[in-house]
Nanobody
Framework: QVQLVESGGGLVQPGGSLRLSCAAS????????MGWYRQARGKERELVAA???????NYADSVKGRFTISKDNAKNTVHLQMNSLKPEDTAVYYC??????????????WGQGTQVTVSS
C-alpha cells in the first residue's frame, strides 16, 4: 500500500556532493521512520541514515559529518544530502519506510534503489 520513489543518484567525483530524495505515497502512518540503506558490490547491505517523524536521526559512523538526512512530514519525503563523497560511498542506495518509532527495518517497504558512483 506504500510506494516509494527515489531519485538523485548519479556519478560524482571524489569530494563532490549529491542529494537523494525519496517520496512515500499511499497509506502512510502518521508516526514513521524513513531512511536509506546502501549495498556496495560484493558487500552486505548497511545503514546509511534514518529519521523519525520527530526528526530523531540515526547515522552510520562512516557518514557522520558528511551526510545529512532531513524530512518533510507533510509531504512524506526525505532527503539525503551527501557531501565530501568518497569512492567507498559507491553503492546502490535504497530508501525505506516503516511505521513506528524504532530503527528496525523489519517489514519495511523499500524503494527501487538508485546508483551512486564516486569516481575520478
Amino acid at each position: 500500500q506504500v510506494q516509494l520513489v527515489e531519485s538523485g543518484g548519479g556519478l560524482v567525483q571524489p569530494g563532490g556532493s549529491l542529494r537523494l530524495s525519496c517520496a512515500a505515497s499511499g497509506n502512510i502512518a502518521s508516526i514513521n521512520v524513513m531512511g536509506w540503506y546502501r549495498q556496495a558490490r560484493g558487500k552486505e547491505r548497511e545503514l546509511v541514515a534514518a529519521i523519525t517523524t520527530g526528526t530523531s536521526t540515526n547515522y552510520a559512523d562512516s557518514v557522520k559529518g558528511r551526510f545529512t538526512i532531513s524530512k518533510d512530514n507533510a509531504k512524506n519525503t526525505v532527503h539525503l544530502q551527501m557531501n565530501s563523497l568518497k569512492p567507498e560511498d559507491t553503492a546502490v542506495y535504497y530508501c525505506y519506510y516503516r511505521p513506528g518509532t524504532t530503527w528496525s527495518t523489519w517489514s519495511a517497504r523499500w524503494g527501487q534503489g538508485t546508483q551512486v558512483t564516486v569516481s575520478s
